[in-house]
Each structure stands twice: as structure tokens, then as C-alpha cells.
């Protein structure tokens, strides 16, 4: 029988190599916490009426959000390529080291590929985004083209959906190391 392979108690302190830097840190819940604004912002706004002012803010929400998603997913992806990323923990199988990776390679597709086809959806629907207190609009990148928007919106909307499970699987992995596995997977990145 294999030896069983033991970990450092939850209440133990980090060395410095087996944690996430700051920045990364920074990176990983300041876009965790502007997903969920996102997404809160684009649920409330389905159950407000239409031509409202609460809904048109919920929507004014939804969509600086992800651009800020976008602006700080750039640095962040950039850290990560440089810096790179604590090796994995002691006693992780292939298995979880390559669930680990396609999981957050989706997670950075997500982080970019979202704003990004909002951002289209905004302009092929004639919307300008303007920088509040600024009036600095942001460039439009396509034209105003009705069927293109809907076909934009109709994949942004199904990532988006998507994007759900993967962050659910993201989160109850982190949850399954803490709990049940008992290593320090969660903890890196607190």
C-alpha cells in the first residue's frame, strides 16, 4: 500500500514560494468581485421594466463592469505570464493538474472573450460608451448592424452561461481542496 502523503495543518503559515503574489492575489478577487457585480447587474436588470431608469443603470452596471473585467484581465493575464504561478502542491495527480489547467486557461478565454463580444454587442447596436465624467466615448469598432448584433449577443450570452460552470467548478475545486483534501490549494490565493 502506497504511504499516504501528509499535509501541512489549514492553521500552519504559508512560505512565501508556495503563495500567489500580491499582485495576483489583487488580480484574481478584484475580477472575481467584477464578475459578480456583472452578473447581478445583468440578472436584477431582467426583472425591471423595460424603458426604466433602474434597468438602463443595471445595465449601465453590467457593461462597466466587464469593461473593467477587460482592463484588469490584461495585467493580470501579462503577471501570470511572467511571473507564472506557484507549482502545484505535493501529492496532486495528473488528473488534477491537467483539470487544473484547462480550467483556468477557460477562465482566461472567459476573462477576454466576454467583455470583448459585450463590447461588440454594445456597437453593432449603435450604443456608444462613454467614459462617465469624462464624455470621452470609447471607439466603436464595428458599425450598427442589427443582425450582427443579435448573432454577437446570442454567443455572449451563451458563453455566459457557460462561464457559470466553469467558475462553479473553479470555486467548488477550491472548496474540495480546503475541505476534503486539507491542503493549502485555497489558501495560496488569500
Known amino acids: 500500500m502506497a504511504k499516504a502523503i501528509k499535509y501541512p495543518s489549514l492553521g500552519a503559515p504559508l512560505m512565501s514560494i508556495e503563495r500567489y503574489a500580491p499582485p495576483a492575489i489583487f488580480f484574481h ?42 482592463v484588469l484581465a490584461v495585467p493580470r493575464l501579462l503577471w501570470r505570464l511572467v511571473k507564472g504561478a506557484p507549482a502545484a502542491l505535493p501529492g496532486q495527480g495528473w488528473l488534477v493538474r491537467v483539470g487544473s489547467s484547462v480550467v483556468h486557461l477557460l477562465l ?23 467614459i462617465p465624467g469624462l464624455d470621452v466615448a470609447l471607439p466603436q469598432f464595428v458599425d450598427k448592424d ?13 458563453l455566459g452561461s457557460a462561464f457559470y460552470w466553469v467558475i462553479g467548478l473553479h470555486a467548488l475545486a ?3 481542496h480546503h475541505y476534503f483534501r486539507r491542503d493549502d490549494t485555497l489558501r495560496r490565493m488569500l
Do not use: C
Not at 478584484?30 to 452578473?39: C, F, K, Q, T
Not at 445583468?42 to 457593461?63: C, N, Q, W
Not at 472573450?113 to 460608451?129: D, F, R, S, W
Not at 442589427?146 to 451563451?158: G, N, V, W, Y
Open 29 to 70: 478577487w478584484a475580477v472575481a468581485l467584477l464578475i459578480v457585480i456583472a452578473y447581478a447587474a445583468v440578472i436584477t436588470k431582467g426583472y425591471l421594466p423595460k424603458g426604466s431608469a433602474p434597468r438602463a443603470l443595471s445595465m449601465t452596471i453590467h457593461e462597466w463592469a466587464g469593461i473593467a473585467v477587460l
Open 108 to 130: 482566461y478565454v472567459f476573462l477576454f472573450a466576454q467583455p470583448v463580444l459585450g463590447y461588440l454587442t454594445l456597437n453593432a447596436g449603435g450604443h456608444v460608451l462613454t
Open 146 to 158: 442589427d443582425a450582427l448584433r443579435r448573432s454577437i449577443k446570442e454567443i455572449h450570452e451563451t
Open 174 to 176: 477550491a472548496l474540495w
